[in-house]
């Protein structure tokens, strides 16, 4: 079964500290991951995708595919991180539905 | 401004009553897709739509319908609206469901409560 796992439901770290937001998916095809963020009041967006390689605000996330990860990473956490952040996985004979994990809660603390 | 709306943004409403709540894009999209929010369970689908007249079940179509009579377009409708029901719901848009790293924009969201 398809399946994405965020095994965190909060995640409070100080600021400056590194954060580690882990994801891990079920998914017998070749996966399409992204990370989206909600930030208080704002509607959920991309922040980034695995197939763009790319570092948004300073977040990079790596596909492991030995161990069916894609967790996300910053060194150094700022205040305006906190959000709630949700990994995703793309079902691709289903028209590019999306799989949700069930979020992590990152606070950032001065 | 490019983006997706819902209409209502919160509605409270009884059991048994009919509603619709309507989503609209701008940005010429053929994919469209409802998702609700539930606390502990993430985002589930609802339903999605890759063309005009084209629509399939998501994960948790029960008690809801849809219809994509336009691109532009795609309403959610609740004929007999249950307690279970109660959610935040959000519909998102994307260019193309060809391509499954497309990008999906989301309307702000719209919160519903049944009595």
Redesign the interface.
């Known amino acids: 079964a398809q399946r994405v796992t965020q095994p965190e439901k909060l995640l409070s770290v100080f600021k400056g500290a590194p954060v580690e937001l882990k994801c891990n998916y079920s998914y017998s095809g070749s996966p399409e991951l992204f990370w989206y963020v909600q930030y208080s009041r704002q509607r959920l967006q991309l922040l980034l995708r695995h197939i763009s390689r790319e570092s948004i605000k300073g977040f990079t996330a790596d596909l492991n595919k030995g161990e069916t990860s894609f967790h996300l990473k910053k060194p150094f956490a700022q205040e305006e991180d906190s959000a709630m952040y949700y990994c995703a996985l793309s079902i691709y004979n289903q028209g590019g539905k999306l799989i949700f994990g069930q979020g992590t809660e990152l606070s950032v603390k001065p | 401004e490019a983006q997706v709306t819902q209409n209502p943004r919160y509605l409270i409403t009884v059991t048994g009553k009919k509603l619709t709540v309507t989503c609209s894009q701008n940005m010429n999209h053929e994919?469209m897709?409802w998702?609700r929010q539930d606390p502990?369970?993430?985002?589930?689908?609802i339903y999605?739509s890759?063309n005009v007249e084209v629509t399939?079940k998501?994960d948790v179509p029960e008690g809801y319908k849809v219809s994509r009579k336009e691109k532009r377009n795609f309403p959610l409708i609740l004929e007999s609206p249950s307690p279970n029901q109660t959610s935040l719901y959000?519909c998102?848009s994307?260019l193309?469901?060809e391509?499954?790293?497309?990008?999906?924009?989301?309307?702000?969201?719209t919160r519903l409560t049944v009595l």
């Open positions: 994919y897709s998702y502990g369970l993430g985002l589930r689908q999605y890759m399939d998501g959000f998102a994307s193309s469901s391509f499954s790293y497309n990008e999906q924009f989301f309307g702000p969201g």
